[in-house]
Protein backbone atom coordinates (compact mmCIF):
# COMPACT_ATOMS: atom_id res chain seq x y z
CA UNK A 1 0.00 0.00 0.00
CA UNK A 2 1.74 3.58 -1.14
CA UNK A 3 1.68 6.22 1.40
CA UNK A 4 -1.09 8.42 -0.21
CA UNK A 5 -3.70 5.84 -0.23
CA UNK A 6 -2.67 4.92 3.52
CA UNK A 7 -3.49 8.66 4.20
CA UNK A 8 -6.21 8.54 2.27
CA UNK A 9 -7.47 5.64 4.06
CA UNK A 10 -7.24 7.90 7.15
CA UNK A 11 -9.43 10.89 5.42
CA UNK A 12 -11.90 11.63 8.37
CA UNK A 13 -14.88 12.87 5.20
CA UNK A 14 -17.36 14.04 8.36
CA UNK A 15 -14.38 16.55 10.00
CA UNK A 16 -13.54 17.55 6.33
CA UNK A 17 -18.21 18.44 6.64
CA UNK A 18 -17.59 19.75 10.33
CA UNK A 19 -14.97 21.81 8.57
CA UNK A 20 -16.96 23.33 5.46
CA UNK A 21 -20.12 24.02 7.52
CA UNK A 22 -18.06 26.22 9.71
CA UNK A 23 -16.32 28.04 6.84
CA UNK A 24 -20.02 27.95 5.12
CA UNK A 25 -21.42 30.03 8.61
CA UNK A 26 -18.86 32.14 9.19
CA UNK A 27 -19.11 33.35 5.32
CA UNK A 28 -22.57 33.49 5.15
CA UNK A 29 -24.18 33.90 8.43
CA UNK A 30 -21.87 36.25 10.11
CA UNK A 31 -21.19 40.14 9.88
CA UNK A 32 -18.67 41.26 7.17
CA UNK A 33 -16.50 42.72 9.57
CA UNK A 34 -16.87 42.33 13.55
CA UNK A 35 -15.00 44.19 16.47
CA UNK A 36 -12.59 42.04 18.56
CA UNK A 37 -12.69 42.66 22.24
CA UNK A 38 -9.45 42.12 24.53
CA UNK A 39 -7.95 43.64 27.79
CA UNK A 40 -5.32 45.34 28.62
CA UNK A 41 -5.22 45.08 32.76
CA UNK A 42 -8.90 46.51 33.18
CA UNK A 43 -8.63 48.68 29.91
CA UNK A 44 -11.04 47.89 27.44
CA UNK A 45 -9.35 47.33 23.68
CA UNK A 46 -10.92 46.42 20.39
CA UNK A 47 -10.23 46.27 16.76
CA UNK A 48 -11.70 45.56 13.94
CA UNK A 49 -11.49 42.33 11.84
CA UNK A 50 -12.48 40.26 9.46
CA UNK A 51 -14.16 37.20 8.41
CA UNK A 52 -10.66 35.86 7.85
CA UNK A 53 -9.56 36.65 11.50
CA UNK A 54 -12.70 35.41 12.98
CA UNK A 55 -12.27 31.54 11.06
CA UNK A 56 -8.46 31.76 12.41
CA UNK A 57 -9.68 32.80 15.76
CA UNK A 58 -11.95 29.86 16.23
CA UNK A 59 -9.62 27.34 14.59
CA UNK A 60 -7.13 28.11 17.33
CA UNK A 61 -10.00 27.92 19.53
CA UNK A 62 -10.25 24.29 18.30
CA UNK A 63 -14.02 25.09 17.75
CA UNK A 64 -14.27 22.54 14.33
CA UNK A 65 -11.88 19.96 16.28
CA UNK A 66 -14.51 19.83 19.67
CA UNK A 67 -17.24 19.66 17.46
CA UNK A 68 -15.86 17.00 15.41
CA UNK A 69 -15.19 15.09 18.27
CA UNK A 70 -18.25 15.81 20.12
CA UNK A 71 -20.66 14.49 16.86
CA UNK A 72 -18.66 11.61 16.10
CA UNK A 73 -19.61 10.04 19.13
CA UNK A 74 -23.27 10.50 18.56
CA UNK A 75 -25.54 8.47 16.50
CA UNK A 76 -26.81 10.84 14.00
CA UNK A 77 -28.71 10.07 10.47
CA UNK A 78 -26.72 10.91 8.00
CA UNK A 79 -28.24 13.98 5.74
CA UNK A 80 -29.63 17.04 6.10
CA UNK A 81 -30.57 16.86 10.44
CA UNK A 82 -26.89 15.98 11.12
CA UNK A 83 -26.08 19.01 8.36
CA UNK A 84 -28.43 21.29 10.95
CA UNK A 85 -27.65 20.36 14.14
CA UNK A 86 -23.78 20.96 13.89
CA UNK A 87 -24.81 23.98 12.31
CA UNK A 88 -26.65 25.21 15.09
CA UNK A 89 -23.67 24.23 17.15
CA UNK A 90 -21.51 26.08 15.19
CA UNK A 91 -23.54 29.20 16.00
CA UNK A 92 -23.41 28.60 19.83
CA UNK A 93 -20.31 28.39 19.29
CA UNK A 94 -19.47 31.69 17.09
CA UNK A 95 -20.69 34.26 19.43
CA UNK A 96 -20.64 37.40 18.90
CA UNK A 97 -23.44 41.08 20.23
CA UNK A 98 -25.04 43.36 18.30
CA UNK A 99 -25.66 47.06 19.51
CA UNK A 100 -29.21 47.79 18.94
CA UNK A 101 -29.18 51.94 19.46
CA UNK A 102 -30.28 55.50 18.51
CA UNK A 103 -27.50 57.20 16.81
CA UNK A 104 -25.97 59.96 18.58
CA UNK A 105 -26.16 64.04 16.10
CA UNK A 106 -23.57 65.73 14.52
CA UNK A 107 -21.36 63.07 13.67
CA UNK A 108 -20.39 62.10 17.62
CA UNK A 109 -20.25 58.12 16.70
CA UNK A 110 -16.86 56.42 15.77
CA UNK A 111 -17.09 55.48 12.56
CA UNK A 112 -15.30 53.00 10.30
CA UNK A 113 -12.55 54.61 9.22
CA UNK A 114 -11.60 55.57 12.98
CA UNK A 115 -11.30 51.80 13.90
CA UNK A 116 -7.92 50.60 13.97
CA UNK A 117 -7.11 47.20 12.76
CA UNK A 118 -5.09 46.91 15.83
CA UNK A 119 -6.50 46.73 19.13
CA UNK A 120 -6.76 50.17 20.21
CA UNK A 121 -8.25 51.77 23.47
CA UNK A 122 -10.96 54.91 23.18
CA UNK A 123 -9.25 57.82 22.94
CA UNK A 124 -8.57 60.56 25.57
CA UNK A 125 -10.11 63.38 23.57
CA UNK A 126 -13.47 61.16 22.50
CA UNK A 127 -17.11 61.72 21.57
CA UNK A 128 -19.86 60.61 23.94
CA UNK A 129 -20.50 58.19 21.07
CA UNK A 130 -16.72 56.22 21.41
CA UNK A 131 -18.02 55.74 25.20
CA UNK A 132 -20.97 54.34 24.36
CA UNK A 133 -18.75 52.07 22.09
CA UNK A 134 -16.69 51.10 25.28
CA UNK A 135 -19.50 50.34 27.30
CA UNK A 136 -21.01 48.24 24.66
CA UNK A 137 -17.80 46.26 24.32
CA UNK A 138 -17.31 45.97 28.08
CA UNK A 139 -20.46 44.45 27.88
CA UNK A 140 -20.55 41.95 25.80
CA UNK A 141 -17.07 41.14 26.83
CA UNK A 142 -17.49 40.88 30.80
CA UNK A 143 -21.39 40.13 30.90
CA UNK A 144 -22.87 38.30 27.77
CA UNK A 145 -18.94 36.21 27.35
CA UNK A 146 -18.86 37.15 23.72
CA UNK A 147 -15.18 38.08 22.14
CA UNK A 148 -16.61 39.61 19.18
CA UNK A 149 -19.72 42.27 18.25
CA UNK A 150 -20.94 44.58 16.17
CA UNK A 151 -21.75 47.95 15.93
CA UNK A 152 -23.88 49.83 12.61
CA UNK A 153 -21.63 53.09 13.13
CA UNK A 154 -18.29 51.59 12.78
CA UNK A 155 -18.68 48.01 11.40
CA UNK A 156 -19.57 48.65 7.92
CA UNK A 157 -17.76 50.46 5.52
CA UNK A 158 -19.85 52.58 3.95
CA UNK A 159 -17.90 53.59 1.06
CA UNK A 160 -17.87 50.25 -0.27
CA UNK A 161 -21.61 50.22 -2.24
CA UNK A 162 -20.86 46.15 -2.64
CA UNK A 163 -20.70 46.13 1.42
CA UNK A 164 -22.94 48.85 2.15
CA UNK A 165 -26.23 46.36 0.21
CA UNK A 166 -24.78 43.03 1.66
CA UNK A 167 -25.11 44.82 5.14
CA UNK A 168 -28.45 45.71 4.93
CA UNK A 169 -29.89 42.84 3.05
CA UNK A 170 -28.36 40.56 5.44
CA UNK A 171 -28.82 43.09 9.08
CA UNK A 172 -32.02 41.22 9.90
CA UNK A 173 -29.97 37.79 9.70
CA UNK A 174 -26.75 39.19 11.45
CA UNK A 175 -29.10 40.31 14.55
CA UNK A 176 -30.84 37.04 14.58
CA UNK A 177 -27.75 34.71 14.48
CA UNK A 178 -26.13 36.99 17.07
CA UNK A 179 -25.07 35.77 20.83
CA UNK A 180 -27.27 38.23 22.26
CA UNK A 181 -28.76 42.03 21.17
CA UNK A 182 -27.46 44.94 23.68
CA UNK A 183 -30.36 47.22 23.23
CA UNK A 184 -29.69 50.89 25.01
CA UNK A 185 -32.26 52.91 25.80
CA UNK A 186 -30.68 56.35 26.04
CA UNK A 187 -33.08 58.26 27.23
CA UNK A 188 -34.71 56.02 29.62
CA UNK A 189 -32.94 55.93 33.44
CA UNK A 190 -34.56 52.55 34.83
CA UNK A 191 -37.53 50.60 34.74
CA UNK A 192 -39.65 52.72 36.66
CA UNK A 193 -39.19 55.34 34.04
CA UNK A 194 -39.44 53.23 31.27
CA UNK A 195 -43.06 52.47 32.68
CA UNK A 196 -44.25 55.91 32.65
CA UNK A 197 -43.84 56.42 28.99
CA UNK A 198 -46.70 56.75 26.93
CA UNK A 199 -47.18 56.79 22.86
CA UNK A 200 -48.59 60.06 21.52
CA UNK A 201 -47.90 61.93 24.67
CA UNK A 202 -45.16 64.52 25.46
CA UNK A 203 -42.88 65.97 28.28
CA UNK A 204 -41.99 63.40 31.24
CA UNK A 205 -43.78 61.02 29.49
CA UNK A 206 -42.58 61.21 26.44
CA UNK A 207 -41.08 57.40 24.82
CA UNK A 208 -37.61 56.86 24.29
CA UNK A 209 -36.28 57.66 20.99
CA UNK A 210 -35.42 54.17 20.46
CA UNK A 211 -38.91 53.11 19.85
CA UNK A 212 -38.92 55.93 17.30
CA UNK A 213 -36.65 54.71 14.89
CA UNK A 214 -36.76 52.64 11.88
CA UNK A 215 -33.62 50.29 12.22
CA UNK A 216 -34.78 49.38 16.22
CA UNK A 217 -37.94 47.86 14.77
CA UNK A 218 -35.77 44.24 13.32
CA UNK A 219 -33.47 44.91 16.16
CA UNK A 220 -36.21 44.30 18.67
CA UNK A 221 -37.73 41.61 16.73
CA UNK A 222 -34.97 39.85 14.97
CA UNK A 223 -32.34 38.15 18.23
CA UNK A 224 -33.26 35.40 19.77
CA UNK A 225 -31.63 37.14 22.79
CA UNK A 226 -32.07 40.79 23.53
CA UNK A 227 -31.18 42.62 26.99
CA UNK A 228 -32.26 46.10 27.88
CA UNK A 229 -30.13 48.60 29.47
CA UNK A 230 -30.94 51.93 30.33
CA UNK A 231 -29.06 55.57 30.11
CA UNK A 232 -26.69 54.45 32.71
CA UNK A 233 -25.26 51.10 31.09
CA UNK A 234 -27.56 49.17 33.90
CA UNK A 235 -29.85 46.56 33.20
CA UNK A 236 -33.20 47.59 33.53
CA UNK A 237 -34.09 43.85 34.78
CA UNK A 238 -31.40 42.58 36.94
CA UNK A 239 -30.29 39.00 36.78
CA UNK A 240 -30.96 37.94 33.95
CA UNK A 241 -29.14 37.86 30.24
CA UNK A 242 -32.28 38.00 28.34
CA UNK A 243 -35.04 39.98 28.29
CA UNK A 244 -37.28 37.98 25.77
CA UNK A 245 -38.35 34.96 27.53
CA UNK A 246 -37.59 35.04 30.83
CA UNK A 247 -40.57 35.79 33.56
CA UNK A 248 -39.12 38.39 35.35
CA UNK A 249 -38.70 40.32 32.31
CA UNK A 250 -42.42 40.03 30.82
CA UNK A 251 -42.87 43.36 32.44
CA UNK A 252 -40.56 45.00 29.98
CA UNK A 253 -42.26 42.56 27.38
CA UNK A 254 -45.89 43.91 28.00
CA UNK A 255 -45.08 47.52 28.05
CA UNK A 256 -42.87 47.33 24.51
CA UNK A 257 -46.21 45.81 23.05
CA UNK A 258 -48.06 48.26 24.19
CA UNK A 259 -45.77 51.03 23.12
CA UNK A 260 -45.15 49.46 19.58
CA UNK A 261 -48.54 47.58 19.06
CA UNK A 262 -46.76 44.38 18.60
CA UNK A 263 -48.38 41.28 20.17
CA UNK A 264 -46.48 39.59 23.00
CA UNK A 265 -46.37 36.44 20.64
CA UNK A 266 -43.93 38.31 18.25
CA UNK A 267 -42.02 39.78 20.47
CA UNK A 268 -40.92 36.30 22.36
CA UNK A 269 -41.11 34.46 18.62
CA UNK A 270 -40.62 36.52 15.51
CA UNK A 271 -40.96 34.59 12.03
CA UNK A 272 -40.40 37.16 9.25
CA UNK A 273 -42.19 36.49 6.25
CA UNK A 274 -44.72 38.14 3.95
CA UNK A 275 -47.62 37.26 5.75
CA UNK A 276 -49.89 40.04 7.94
CA UNK A 277 -49.05 43.17 5.53
CA UNK A 278 -50.97 45.69 7.41
CA UNK A 279 -50.11 44.49 11.21
CA UNK A 280 -46.30 45.18 10.53
CA UNK A 281 -46.69 48.23 8.48
CA UNK A 282 -48.66 49.66 11.81
CA UNK A 283 -45.59 48.47 13.78
CA UNK A 284 -43.30 50.72 11.54
CA UNK A 285 -45.85 53.25 11.28
CA UNK A 286 -44.80 55.88 13.99
CA UNK A 287 -41.28 55.41 12.97
CA UNK A 288 -38.88 57.39 10.91
CA UNK A 289 -35.38 57.58 9.17
CA UNK A 290 -32.93 59.88 8.74
CA UNK A 291 -32.23 58.83 5.12
CA UNK A 292 -36.10 58.48 3.25
CA UNK A 293 -35.33 54.99 1.72
CA UNK A 294 -34.44 53.13 4.66
CA UNK A 295 -38.17 53.27 6.15
CA UNK A 296 -38.56 50.92 2.69
CA UNK A 297 -35.12 49.00 3.74
CA UNK A 298 -35.21 48.72 7.44
CA UNK A 299 -38.19 46.41 6.42
CA UNK A 300 -36.91 44.24 4.19
CA UNK A 301 -35.73 41.65 6.77
CA UNK A 302 -39.61 41.78 8.45
CA UNK A 303 -41.08 40.65 5.51
CA UNK A 304 -38.09 38.56 4.31
CA UNK A 305 -37.68 40.53 1.47
CA UNK A 306 -34.79 41.34 -1.76
CA UNK A 307 -34.43 44.89 -2.25
CA UNK A 308 -31.56 46.29 -4.58
CA UNK A 309 -30.34 49.29 -2.52
CA UNK A 310 -30.01 52.54 -4.23
CA UNK A 311 -29.93 55.37 -2.18
CA UNK A 312 -31.25 58.76 -3.63
CA UNK A 313 -33.78 56.95 -4.90
CA UNK A 314 -36.21 58.54 -1.84
CA UNK A 315 -39.85 57.44 -2.06
CA UNK A 316 -39.63 55.15 -4.93
CA UNK A 317 -37.81 52.64 -2.50
CA UNK A 318 -41.31 52.00 -0.52
CA UNK A 319 -43.22 51.40 -3.87
CA UNK A 320 -40.29 48.93 -4.63
CA UNK A 321 -40.99 47.42 -1.39
CA UNK A 322 -44.79 47.28 -1.84
CA UNK A 323 -43.98 46.07 -5.49
CA UNK A 324 -42.44 42.69 -3.87
CA UNK A 325 -44.94 42.36 -1.26
CA UNK A 326 -47.91 42.20 -3.61
CA UNK A 327 -46.37 39.81 -5.76
CA UNK A 328 -46.53 37.30 -2.79
CA UNK A 329 -49.69 38.77 -1.00
CA UNK A 330 -53.12 37.70 -1.51
CA UNK A 331 -55.38 38.98 0.83
CA UNK A 332 -57.16 42.00 0.51
CA UNK A 333 -56.06 43.98 3.51
CA UNK A 334 -52.89 45.17 1.99
CA UNK A 335 -55.18 48.13 1.22
CA UNK A 336 -56.32 48.95 4.62
CA UNK A 337 -54.75 52.43 4.37
CA UNK A 338 -55.23 55.74 4.01
CA UNK A 339 -54.11 59.45 3.25
CA UNK A 340 -51.74 59.87 0.60
CA UNK A 341 -50.69 57.62 -2.18
CA UNK A 342 -47.91 56.59 -3.65
CA UNK A 343 -46.51 58.87 -6.73
CA UNK A 344 -45.91 55.90 -8.40
CA UNK A 345 -49.70 54.33 -7.93
CA UNK A 346 -52.67 55.67 -6.83
CA UNK A 347 -53.26 52.28 -5.18
CA UNK A 348 -50.54 51.34 -2.80
CA UNK A 349 -49.62 53.81 -0.06
CA UNK A 350 -46.82 56.34 0.04
CA UNK A 351 -45.10 55.16 3.23
CA UNK A 352 -45.94 52.52 6.37
CA UNK A 353 -47.82 55.39 8.36
CA UNK A 354 -50.76 55.41 5.90
CA UNK A 355 -51.54 51.98 8.07
CA UNK A 356 -51.77 53.87 10.98
CA UNK A 357 -55.27 54.73 10.76
CA UNK A 358 -55.98 52.50 7.83
CA UNK A 359 -55.60 49.34 9.84
CA UNK A 360 -58.76 48.51 12.18
CA UNK A 361 -57.68 45.26 14.13
CA UNK A 362 -61.13 44.10 14.19
CA UNK A 363 -61.17 44.30 10.35
CA UNK A 364 -57.25 42.23 11.08
CA UNK A 365 -59.45 39.68 12.99
CA UNK A 366 -62.11 39.58 10.55
CA UNK A 367 -59.64 38.25 7.76
CA UNK A 368 -58.01 36.32 10.33
CA UNK A 369 -61.31 34.52 11.12
CA UNK A 370 -62.72 34.38 7.82
CA UNK A 371 -64.56 31.66 6.66
CA UNK A 372 -64.13 28.78 4.15
CA UNK A 373 -65.53 30.56 1.45
CA UNK A 374 -63.64 33.40 -0.60
CA UNK A 375 -62.99 36.85 0.38
CA UNK A 376 -61.73 39.76 -2.21
CA UNK A 377 -60.11 39.20 -5.12
CA UNK A 378 -56.79 36.94 -4.53
CA UNK A 379 -55.44 37.32 -7.92
CA UNK A 380 -54.77 41.37 -7.87
CA UNK A 381 -51.50 42.07 -9.82
CA UNK A 382 -49.66 45.19 -10.57
CA UNK A 383 -49.44 45.59 -14.23
CA UNK A 384 -48.00 47.92 -16.77
CA UNK A 385 -51.95 49.55 -16.93
CA UNK A 386 -51.78 49.65 -13.23
CA UNK A 387 -53.10 47.78 -10.21
CA UNK A 388 -55.46 45.02 -11.36
CA UNK A 389 -58.16 44.17 -9.25
CA UNK A 390 -62.22 43.14 -9.21
CA UNK A 391 -64.23 45.52 -6.85
CA UNK A 392 -68.33 44.96 -6.33
CA UNK A 393 -68.35 48.50 -7.68
CA UNK A 394 -71.29 50.34 -6.23
CA UNK A 395 -72.14 53.46 -7.90
CA UNK A 396 -72.29 56.56 -5.13
CA UNK A 397 -74.44 60.10 -5.42
CA UNK A 398 -73.37 62.95 -4.16
CA UNK A 399 -75.88 64.56 -1.40
CA UNK A 400 -73.33 67.13 0.28
CA UNK A 401 -69.84 68.68 0.28
CA UNK A 402 -68.43 70.08 3.13
CA UNK A 403 -65.08 72.14 2.55
CA UNK A 404 -62.51 71.75 5.27
CA UNK A 405 -59.20 72.94 3.41
CA UNK A 406 -58.30 73.64 0.22
CA UNK A 407 -56.88 70.05 -0.17
CA UNK A 408 -59.61 68.11 2.23
CA UNK A 409 -63.55 68.07 2.38
CA UNK A 410 -66.32 66.08 3.68
CA UNK A 411 -68.20 64.06 0.82
CA UNK A 412 -71.44 62.75 2.29
CA UNK A 413 -72.19 59.43 -0.44
CA UNK A 414 -75.54 57.99 -0.57
CA UNK A 415 -76.54 54.35 -2.23
CA UNK A 416 -79.96 52.70 -1.73
CA UNK A 417 -78.93 50.56 1.17
CA UNK A 418 -76.36 52.61 2.80
CA UNK A 419 -74.81 56.60 3.42
CA UNK A 420 -71.22 57.14 4.03
CA UNK A 421 -69.44 60.39 5.12
CA UNK A 422 -66.10 60.52 3.51
CA UNK A 423 -63.03 62.78 3.98
CA UNK A 424 -61.59 63.50 0.23
CA UNK A 425 -57.80 64.43 -0.06
CA UNK A 426 -56.71 66.10 -3.02
CA UNK A 427 -57.78 68.78 -5.54
CA UNK A 428 -61.38 69.69 -5.23
CA UNK A 429 -63.55 67.47 -7.67
CA UNK A 430 -64.94 68.40 -10.52
CA UNK A 431 -68.03 66.93 -12.73
CA UNK A 432 -66.95 63.84 -11.02
CA UNK A 433 -69.14 60.52 -10.96
CA UNK A 434 -68.58 58.43 -7.87
CA UNK A 435 -68.52 54.99 -6.85
CA UNK A 436 -67.35 52.63 -3.50
CA UNK A 437 -65.30 49.46 -4.92
CA UNK A 438 -65.92 47.18 -2.31
CA UNK A 439 -62.97 44.98 -1.34
CA UNK A 440 -63.77 41.97 0.81
CA UNK A 441 -66.95 40.75 -0.49
CA UNK A 442 -68.19 37.77 -0.79
CA UNK A 443 -67.41 35.54 -3.82
CA UNK A 444 -69.95 33.26 -5.70
CA UNK A 445 -68.22 32.58 -8.86
CA UNK A 446 -67.74 35.80 -11.44
CA UNK A 447 -69.81 37.53 -9.02
CA UNK A 448 -69.40 39.79 -5.55
CA UNK A 449 -71.54 40.11 -2.70
CA UNK A 450 -72.02 42.10 0.40
CA UNK A 451 -74.26 41.17 3.83
CA UNK A 452 -76.61 43.36 5.87
CA UNK A 453 -75.00 44.59 8.73
CA UNK A 454 -78.01 42.89 10.44
CA UNK A 455 -75.42 39.35 9.57
CA UNK A 456 -72.44 41.26 9.84
CA UNK A 457 -70.86 43.08 13.04
CA UNK A 458 -68.53 44.59 11.43
CA UNK A 459 -68.01 46.95 7.82
CA UNK A 460 -67.06 46.25 4.48
CA UNK A 461 -63.81 48.28 3.31
CA UNK A 462 -63.66 50.04 -0.02
CA UNK A 463 -62.08 52.22 -2.27
CA UNK A 464 -64.18 55.71 -3.29
CA UNK A 465 -63.61 55.72 -7.19
CA UNK A 466 -64.37 58.17 -9.30
CA UNK A 467 -64.80 58.98 -13.06
CA UNK A 468 -65.01 61.88 -15.45
CA UNK A 469 -68.72 62.52 -16.47
CA UNK A 470 -67.52 63.75 -19.54
CA UNK A 471 -65.71 60.76 -20.08
CA UNK A 472 -67.09 58.47 -23.22
CA UNK A 473 -69.58 55.95 -22.66
CA UNK A 474 -68.25 53.68 -24.74
CA UNK A 475 -64.89 53.30 -22.52
CA UNK A 476 -64.70 50.34 -20.43
CA UNK A 477 -64.93 50.79 -16.48
CA UNK A 478 -61.22 49.39 -16.32
CA UNK A 479 -60.12 52.65 -18.10
CA UNK A 480 -63.06 54.91 -16.35
CA UNK A 481 -62.56 54.76 -13.07
CA UNK A 482 -59.57 55.96 -10.81
CA UNK A 483 -58.72 55.19 -7.14
CA UNK A 484 -59.36 58.47 -4.44
CA UNK A 485 -57.55 59.61 -1.86
CA UNK A 486 -59.04 59.55 1.32
CA UNK A 487 -58.24 60.58 5.58
CA UNK A 488 -59.52 57.44 6.75
CA UNK A 489 -60.53 53.85 4.88
CA UNK A 490 -64.32 53.77 3.82
CA UNK A 491 -66.00 51.76 5.57
CA UNK A 492 -69.82 50.57 4.70
CA UNK A 493 -72.66 48.72 6.73
CA UNK A 494 -75.52 47.83 4.15
CA UNK A 495 -79.30 47.79 4.83
CA UNK A 496 -79.77 45.27 2.67
CA UNK A 497 -77.89 42.47 0.78
CA UNK A 498 -76.15 43.14 -2.24
CA UNK A 499 -74.87 40.95 -5.31
CA UNK A 500 -73.29 42.42 -8.66
CA UNK A 501 -71.27 40.97 -11.40
CA UNK A 502 -67.67 42.03 -10.18
CA UNK A 503 -65.80 44.68 -12.20
CA UNK A 504 -61.86 44.35 -13.45
CA UNK A 505 -60.17 47.58 -12.59
CA UNK A 506 -57.03 48.70 -13.73
CA UNK A 507 -56.13 51.63 -10.71
Known amino acids: MSASTAAWNRHDPFKDLVQEIFNEYITNEMPIRLLHITR ?72 HHQILKEPMEVPDDHEPGWEKLQSFCRTAKDVHDCAFAWSDTCCIDKTSSSELDESIRSMFRWYRNSHVCIALLSETADLAALQLQEKGESGEKAVDAWFERGWTLQELLAPSQIKFYGANWKPLIQGSTNDR ?99 YNAALPDAPHSYAAGFIKTLRNAVDQAPSYEIGDRRFVLTNHGLEIRV ?14 PSSRCLSLRHDYFSVKVRHIGPKPQDRTWAIGILDYDVYGEKGSIDSCRFRKTPFTGFLLSSDTHASLHLPATARWKKEMTKETVRIRSADHIQNPLTLLYL
Open 392 to 405: LLLAVEVEDIIEEL
Open 40 to 111: NDEKIRFQLVDRNFVREHFKEKKVPDNIHADFAEMMIVDGEEREDRIRERVKKELKYATLSHRWLPDNQEPL
Open 245 to 343: DNRDSKVIMEKISNLTDIDMDDLESFTPGIDRVPEKMLWASRRRTTRIEDIAYCLIGIFDISLMIAYGEGKRAFFRLMEEIIKRYGKWDVFLWSGRCSR
